[in-house]
Each structure stands twice: as C-alpha cells, then as structure tokens.
C-alpha cells in the first residue's frame, strides 16, 4: 500500500509525498516535514505512530488493520488531543456497501439471517480482514450484539472480494464488492488525507470523508 500510495500521489492534485518511512526508519523525522501522516504498518508499532504524531501534532491517517481492543481505545485516546482518521478500507465502492449493509439489515431485519464472505490474497496477514470485521461490526449493532458468521478465503493474489448476504424465508439478497486493484484504496487514503489536514481534534471514518455517516451508523 505504501508503494500504491506513492505512485497515485502523482496524479492526485495537491498532494506531494514528503517523506517515505520504513520499518526501521524514525517516525519523528518521517513526520516532521509532512502536514499529514498515512499509516499503511502494522498494528505492532501503532503505539509509536500515535505517540509520534501527537508530539508533532500532525494529522493522521490508519488505514493498517488487526487493532486489538485495546489498540482502539488508545487511538480514541489520542484523537482528543489531535484528528485521527480511521478505516478498515478507503474505497468509495466499499465503503458505499458499508452504508448499504447498514441499510439492507434495518430494511429486512433478524427474519433474515446474515454472512460474510471474504476473499484476499494468500499474502494478507489478518483474517477475517479489517472491512469484513466493519461489515459485522454495522450488522451486530443492528442485530443486538449477535454474532455474525464470517468465512474468510485465501488464495492466488486476489485483491479483495466481500459479500454480505440476507437470507429469508425463499429469497436471498446479496451485496458484493470486488476490488480490481490497489489504486482505488490508495487514491482514497490521499482524499482522506487532504480532508483531514484542516479537521479539529476528533476520531473521523471514510464515512465522513464521503458524507454517507448519519446520526445512528458510523462505519
């Protein structure tokens, strides 16, 4: 994502790649000279991210997945203090198809009964994946906490696949999303960026980005 990120900052207006930091490399001085900072790591150094752009105070984007409890607790914490922007997935598609999953379970209720399926490559780390953990997280608050049943595949170099299904007394519903590369989650993450940079202090979603979040669903 980091290596999509830079490629599509060169055909995005007004964005301009300051600084590149790698496993290894100071996130202090990564930051320093940036107006926003982009977090495509992994949830092992967030604390360290956090605590870096805190100190500089600089906006920042998460778009790494696989938070524990408490990881997401500590980014609330540190979005009193300055903007945070987190998202399992910056796709317009995807994240139209988190408001429409939020719609669809309102609409058809527990009579039917609901699953994820989700499809990445053999290479992705966390499963289910961050947006599949998104789509159950919108159907159990809307279900009353009840699980939801997630199968999770892994093969060959699939970008990403989701489909949420509602399945009712001789019908079934299906919403599906299919990513055909990583451009689209890249030139997302940027938007966000340029959203987010003049934001006050607060814990924003793609949502907001894309003015699809209501009073009753943040996804």
Excluded at 85 to 95: E, P, R
Excluded at 202 to 216: A, H, K
Aim: negative net charge.
């Amino acid at each position: 994502m980091g290596r999509a990120i830079a490629a599509a900052a060169q055909h995005v207006d007004g964005v301009l790649i300051a600084a590149e930091v790698d496993a290894g490399d100071s996130i202090e001085a990564g930051l320093k000279d940036c107006e926003v900072g982009i977090d495509f790591s992994s949830a092992g150094v967030l604390e360290e991210i956090c605590r870096a752009a805190r100190a500089l105070k600089r906006p920042l984007v998460i778009g790494t997945t696989g938070h524990s409890a408490a990881q997401r607790e500590m980014i609330k914490a540190h979005s009193t203090a300055m903007p945070i922007l987190l998202a399992s997935n910056f796709s317009v598609g995807v994240n139209t198809l988190f408001w429409l999953t939020a719609r669809a379970a309102r609409l058809l209720g527990r009579s039917f009964r609901v699953q994820i399926e989700e499809t990445h490559h053999i290479m992705k780390k966390d499963a289910p994946s961050g947006t599949a953990k998104t789509l159950a997280e919108i159907l159990q608050s809307d279900r009353g906490g009840e699980d939801v049943p997630v199968r999770s595949i892994r093969e060959g170099e699939v970008v990403g696949d989701h489909v949420v299904s509602f399945t009712g007394p001789g019908e079934r519903l299906e919403l599906k999303h299919k990513a055909e590369s990583r451009e689209t989650f890249a030139v997302g993450a940027l938007t966000a960026a340029k959203w987010l940079m003049n934001k006050p202090p607060g814990l924003y979603s793609m949502q907001d980005v894309l003015g699809l979040t209501s009073d009753d669903q943040r996804a």
